[in-house]
Nanobody, 118 residues
């Protein structure tokens, strides 16, 4: 059974930093792409960042809106993917979701709310 559990959200002020974590189980963690998405109110869920498996370089990919401010990383020993958020802006306020795709099926965590005050 696939489980993705996000944590680390909260209230921060603009310009500050925050680290989100996603603990995964029930998946071949080392061998799949991991991602973070967010969903603005009334809009579709959008990509924030993804990271490939270490075996193919552990390469990150970022949405233009977060490039240079956010960093995605993975710890294969802990089955955990992180999103380090720096220089946050009020427009980063959203629910952040962890994502994996396995056998053509998208799996999502329940999300963690990040609120950035100006």
């Amino acid at each position: 059974q696939v489980q993705l559990v996000e944590s680390g959200g909260g209230l921060v002020q603009a310009g500050e930093s925050l680290r989100l974590s996603c603990a995964a189980s029930g998946i071949p963690f080392r061998h799949i792409v991991l991602g973070w998405y967010r969903q603005p109110p009334g809009k579709q869920r959008e990509l924030v960042a993804t990271i490939t498996p270490i075996t193919v370089g552990g390469r990150p990919n970022y949405a233009d809106s977060v490039k240079g401010r956010f960093t995605i990383s993975r710890d294969n020993a802990k089955n955990t993917v992180y999103l380090q958020m720096s220089e946050v802006k009020p427009e980063d306020t959203d629910v952040y979701y962890c994502n994996v795709m396995l056998a053509g099926i998208n799996y999502w965590g329940k999300g963690t709310l990040v609120t950035v005050s100006s």
